[in-house]
């Protein structure tokens, strides 16, 4: 009987070339975008801005950051403390440094402080980290398009 | 002639790429969830050393400019003294880079009038920080028409603390 179908054998394939390249594409672009060190920015401190604020380079050696909220508490690291906490909370670090035979003074405390705070208790962050012989400070402001 | 044909002639040699699309996949959704955009940000230092008798005094070292920052109730900027002299325009903090532009007479880099000179910010305690910042970009610099950054005063520092 003449009406038997053909079978062919070959298996049906496509070209994933494309896919790959854009696969990879977007591997490399999400992890040079990635930055580890954002993670110190915390999304509730609406920083001011300033059209002077420009990256800091090379990055700070020993930075402490304190972050004010606009309720006037302390964040550093994962830990929320009132202004009251904070000086064992710098003890800490200042134990930290000495164990790297550091003096506090070699130490840079980066203040981010929301808009809404109070000056007084950035001062007041200021006045506790300096009697532990704190000396450098920074204050941290958003870069503002001109 | 007899054409001797090797066993393995004609066979497509393909390998199977699933592990890898699936890794690459895995590692697209890792970087995608840990990406945070967030605004470039940058520091101004300020100067606060522990004590005051520390070293020697510089004699070059012109007197502080004062800054008097006072608040309402409710935080918000009511008036803003440069020395005795009260800004009073609609911003004060473009009259006050005028002001420090006019004494600096933008002289500025190693050894110039803007190194040698000092701010000192009296700001009241309950002050939003944000106008401190707008007072600190003031007189710390301006961007000009080539939108470089031209530096003014570096030396920045807080009096002490007022109650309340």
Not at chain 1, 8 to 20: E, G, H, L, R, Y
Not at chain 1, 112 to 128: H, L, M, N, P, S
């Amino acid at each position: 009987m003449f009406g038997k179908p053909k079978r062919t054998s070959s298996a049906v394939t496509f070209d994933m070339t494309p896919m790959i390249d854009c696969t990879f594409q977007l591997v490399i672009f999400f992890m040079l975008t990635l930055n580890f060190a954002n993670d110190e920015q915390n999304e509730m401190i609406r920083l001011p801005s300033s059209e002077l604020a420009k990256p800091t380079e090379p990055p700070w050696e020993f930075p402490i950051t304190l972050q004010v909220t606009s309720r006037n508490m302390v964040i550093v690291g994962s830990e929320q403390v009132p202004i009251s906490g904070l000086r064992s909370v710098l003890q800490r670090e200042r134990a930290a440094l000495e164990r790297y035979n550091r003096a506090p003074s070699h130490a840079t405390v980066i203040i981010r402080a929301d808009r809404y705070a109070k000056t007084g208790a950035v001062q007041e962050i200021i006045e506790i980290a300096q009697s532990l012989k704190f000396e450098r400070f920074v204050l941290r402001a958003k870069e503002k398009e001109v | 002639m007899p054409r001797i044909r090797s066993k393995g002639e004609g066979e497509r040699v393909t390998f199977d790429m699933t592990p890898m699309i699936d890794c690459c996949f895995q590692l697209i959704i890792f970087f995608m969830l840990s990406l945070k955009i967030f605004a470039s940000e940058g520091d101004f230092s300020i100067k606060m050393p522990v004590s005051k008798s520390e070293g020697p005094v510089d004699p070059t070292q012109l007197p502080p400019i004062k800054l008097r920052m006072k608040a309402d109730g409710s935080g918000r900027l009511v008036a803003l003294t440069m020395g005795t002299k009260q800004l009073s325009s609609s911003d004060p903090f473009a009259e006050l880079r005028r002001e420090v532009r006019s004494i600096i007479k933008d002289d500025i880099g190693p050894g110039s009038s803007g190194s040698k000179q000092e701010v000192e910010l009296d700001c009241d305690a309950n002050l939003q920080y944000q106008y401190v910042m707008r007072a600190i970009s003031a007189v710390s610099g301006y961007v000009d028409s080539n939108r470089q950054i031209v530096k003014l005063i570096e030396k920045i520092k807080f009096s002490p603390r007022r109650q309340g």
